[in-house]
């Protein structure tokens, strides 16, 4: 991605005039891992040679730092895990939202959570579903497909129970292969989405521009609206997870991505960027794409968050404020034993989850790096493509 940028940045910005946040991102995801942010000197034990080891820049939208704060994140989670059969919910919007969703990104990503939340929600406290209590889930949010397109979707873990606020009994699902019907739950969410949409445009809370600017009118955007009401929205269920160690898989596959990582890139050069992808209609092999350089980035930062936006949230009993008090209350009634804390770092953890030492040295694999001094950070220009 740094040789991408470094590559194609002064054209892009010149095309496209980029905002002041893509800007910031443009000058420093290329610095990131290199001497320009300082670092660390070590030294093998076993052979003496001496090892880098160049600062990451931090950034939630860099593929080269979500590592870290992916394990840290989820040693967080493995501490809140429930015996119980989860479920990996997808909920998708239609392809005509998109561009509306991507030219008003902080209040259409927070419709998009608050809607399939209220769905769940509903379905939860429904008498007649089983469970008729407060369903607590996981909601992580997604906003590209494989080619980089904008795609606003929403994947959620969804234990199997719900909990009654008014009494505080759990009850779990009567089936471990329970979950409620997803055409029924796509109906629900469709409705309560393209409502949520029309107060947002009376309220003044949206912005048109370009080819969607006809949409300011009321008129033109129920006319817009219409048709939504009879599509087939995505909503996906799959079969429930085996335990909550395949749980976790699942959480580090999904949580801390980027829209494309640097493994996908297989070639970069002065007019185009060539990565991989998969097409869903024929999963059976990886698929090449080539895009202009230019393009590849405007494709790229489509997906830049707005500052501050959260995008993993918890819901229901498995909210921020109320989690842990719910998580003791609901493990005495399904006896299950609170998990010992695990303190560790988050090399640690990845050491002891997939066996990777980040500390072996890279020249006789047979020694382990110890920290010498720190690097000072190098002030100089954008290293050469």
Request: hydrophobic content about 40%; aromatic content about 10%; glycine content about 6%.
């Amino acid at each position: 991605m740094a040789e991408a940028i470094l590559r194609h940045r002064a054209a892009f910005i010149a095309k496209h005039r980029p905002t002041a946040q893509v800007r910031s991102l443009l000058g420093l995801l290329p610095l990131c891992r290199t001497a320009a942010l300082g670092g660390h000197l070590y030294r093998c034990q076993n052979c003496g040679r001496q090892q880098p080891q160049y600062n990451s820049c931090g950034n939630r939208h860099c593929p080269n730092c979500q590592a870290k704060a992916r394990e840290a994140w989820l040693a967080e989670q493995e501490a809140g895990l429930l015996e119980l059969p989860y479920f990996h919910v997808v909920f998708t919007l239609p392809k005509q939202l998109q561009p509306l969703i991507l030219q008003n990104k902080q209040t259409g990503y927070n419709l998009l959570f608050g809607c399939v939340a209220e769905t769940l929600m509903q379905f939860g406290r429904h008498p007649n579903r089983n469970l008729n209590g407060q369903l607590g889930f996981t909601a992580v949010l997604h906003t590209w497909n494989q080619t980089l397109g904008p795609h606003a979707h929403l994947h959620l873990l969804v234990p199997a129970g719900a909990l009654n606020k008014l009494s505080g009994s759990f009850r779990k699902a009567p089936d471990p292969r329970w979950f409620f019907p997803v055409k029924a739950l796509s109906k629900v969410f469709r409705a309560i989405f393209l409502n949520a949409l029309k107060r947002a445009h009376t309220e003044g809370r949206l912005e048109f521009h370009g080819q969607l600017a006809e949409l300011s009118n009321p008129e033109a955007f129920v006319r817009f609206l219409d048709p939504l009401y009879d599509k087939k929205w995505v909503v996906y269920a799959k079969r429930p997870f085996a335990g909550p160690q395949q749980v976790l898989q699942y959480l580090g596959r999904y949580t801390h991505r980027v829209g494309i990582s640097n493994a996908r890139i297989i070639e970069v050069t002065d007019q185009h960027v060539t990565f991989t992808y998969r097409d869903r209609k024929d999963a059976s092999q990886k698929k090449i794409m080539k895009l202009e350089g230019v393009e590849f980035l405007r494709r790229f930062f489509l997906h830049v968050l707005p500052k501050g936006f959260s995008r993993i949230r918890h819901y229901g009993f498995l909210g921020n404020s109320v989690k842990r008090k719910n998580l003791i209350r609901i493990r005495e009634q399904i006896g299950q034993k609170a998990p010992e804390p695990q303190e560790e770092t988050p090399l640690e953890r990845i050491e002891r989850v997939y066996g990777i030492d980040l500390l072996a040295c890279p020249h006789c694999r047979s020694g382990r790096l110890v920290l010498q001094r720190q690097l000072p950070a190098i002030r100089c220009k954008d290293p050469p493509p």
